[in-house]
């Protein structure tokens, strides 16, 4: 996907390119892991029996990494929870703990320096896995670390005394850890065995051959911090190691992956566990210009995939260091498009100032109902034209569309449009402000909000919405989970957002602007 224009909807980055001009490219590689689970997770095992299953896992890293270093991969990353596996207690996950030294503390190579703290075998090979095949090496393991119980009663220690965290770690190409992060957001529901940090970790490292990257987990990206953070603060290359399973229609893995690219302005390296009983599928490689990206269909057989693709570097820090110019790359999986920013904001970043809150601006359609989608009552309209204009309103917050209907085949399918403003509150709470365009699952309106992930209709269609947020996500995802890239997106200086698309490669399952009321959260 190459842009004429690139711009970041929720940065308001206005015309800063005329075409990206980055100064050099890299390759980068990421694994979606066809875990093997044990398949008691809550009986504890011992330490000998935890290391000899996370090997099993390890073995097929290696394979992959040497895979990865074949097609010239510099940076390999795998998923979240690939090593150890799912659904332990607090109690059941001890044998498969690792104390991890902090690499801002202290210098330690694993590989040619195994002696030097016990109970680390895991962190060893992964040391030797970077080292033999001359990578950067991210994956996620179980961390054990004290805490200041009994000298500090006061703090949020745990009763016993220990801190239990859901880590990335990161090796250079010569064995040394150079990175450890805590995930701060934890899906409470399925990671009882792990303890929130006490305060959010913004952590970065840096490599010879792409300058800066940032790290998250999961379910951090769905969150201010670190993840908003770490754009903030300049951060242009993110590693993603996931078990996200399918949300559709609005949080598919590959879908949001590629709308947090894309209002980011950012390279995402996302590493998806496969597992298909939670459902869990969908990696990618994503610029602000490419996805290369892979996501399994139902039935498909239960197996892993190496993803590998040169990118840009975006570091502006490095780019400005290496002093050569070059083309942004174009992968496959791609279409043309132009992005537009009406906005008076040249800045590369432009988080102050927020458009003026939502106001009621059109009156809805009549004909609305309400149905849930991923929990939370949307009000919605049906299409039941060829060719229309509607608009619907969830209290004050309106979105309208037009759109123009090519039905295939003489299929039954519905389509609904919807809005939603409020606080989302199914296992975790986030405030929203949603439009969306979907496929219901039926041909009954209750059915309207359910995954669905085949369509055979396809759409022309401008989307928009006004939104009380600069933090907006757009996506449009075609049958059998194929990522569509928007014609057109436009962010007005009122907040009103803009996206247009046509001449859809499939039928339409979602069409989507995504916007997250981070500042909201805790009210």
Not at 468 to 494: C, I, M, N, W
Request: with cysteine; glycine share 6%; charged share 15%.
């Amino acid at each position: 996907m190459f842009w004429a224009v690139v711009v970041s909807l929720f940065l308001m980055s206005a015309v800063v390119h005329t075409g990206p001009v980055m100064t050099s490219s890299y390759v980068a590689a990421v694994y979606e892991h066809n875990i093997i689970l044990n398949p008691e997770p809550h009986v504890p095992l011992s330490r000998p029996e935890a290391l000899q299953h996370m090997q099993q896992n390890l073995d097929i890293y290696e394979e992959q990494a040497a895979r990865a270093a074949q097609q010239g991969a510099q940076i390999l990353v795998f998923p979240e929870d690939g090593i150890h596996g799912l659904e332990f207690t607090r109690s059941s996950i001890s044998g498969y703990l690792e104390t991890i030294p902090d690499p801002q503390q202290e210098s330690w190579n694993p590989c040619t320096e195994p002696g030097k703290y016990n109970n680390t075998e895991v962190l060893q090979r992964l040391s030797c896995m970077a080292r033999r095949y001359n990578l950067y090496v991210v994956a996620n393991m179980p961390d054990l670390q004290p805490c200041p119980l009994k000298t500090d009663p006061s703090s949020s220690c745990p009763p016993d005394g220990r801190w239990q965290f859901n880590t990335n770690v990161v090796f250079s190409s010569d064995g040394l850890l150079v990175a450890r992060y805590h995930k701060y957001n934890l899906y409470q529901k399925y990671e009882k065995a792990f303890n929130k940090p006490p305060q959010p970790e913004i952590i970065t490292f840096d490599t010879p051959f792409a300058g800066r990257f940032g790290l998250i987990i999961c379910f951090d990206m769905l969150f201010h911090d670190p993840t908003i953070a770490l754009v903030e603060m300049g951060v242009r290359q993110l590693i993603f190691p996931t078990a996200w399973p399918s949300a559709l229609p609005l949080l598919g893995s590959v879908q949001h992956q590629r709308a947090f690219s894309l209002a980011a302005n950012v390279t995402l390296l996302a590493a998806n566990l496969r597992n298909s009983r939670r459902d869990m599928r969908g990696s990618g490689i994503y610029t602000p210009f490419s996805a290369t990206y892979y996501h399994a269909q139902k039935g498909e057989p239960e197996e892993g995939r190496l993803l590998v693709a040169r990118v840009p570097v975006l570091d502006p820090l490095w780019v400005g260091r290496s002093g050569t110019t070059g083309e942004g790359v174009v992968s496959s999986q791609s279409t043309s498009s132009t992005l537009k920013d009406s906005g008076n904001c040249h800045q590369e970043s432009c988080f102050d100032s927020p458009p003026p809150e939502t106001a009621p601006s059109v009156p809805p359609s009549s004909a609305t109902f309400v149905s849930s989608m991923l929990g939370d009552p949307f009000t919605f309209v049906l299409l039941n034209k060829t060719e229309d204009e509607v608009n619907v309103c969830n209290g004050t917050f309106c979105c309208h569309l037009q759109y123009r209907r090519f039905p295939q085949g003489g299929s039954e399918e519905i389509y609904a449009f919807g809005a939603f403003a409020g606080t989302h509150t199914l296992d975790a709470r986030w405030a929203l402000q949603v439009c969306a365009l979907v496929r219901c699952a039926g041909l009954d309106i209750s059915s309207c909000g359910q995954g669905v992930e085949e369509a055979e209709s396809e759409m022309d269609f401008t989307l928009e919405g006004k939104f009380g947020t600069r933090y907006v996500y757009p996506s449009v995802l075609a049958s059998k989970l194929v990522l569509e890239q928007p014609e057109h997106l436009e962010r007005a200086a009122d907040g009103t957002v803009t996206m247009r698309h046509s001449n859809m490669t499939g039928g339409l399952l979602t069409a989507c602007l995504f916007g997250r009321m981070y500042h909201l959260d805790n009210e």
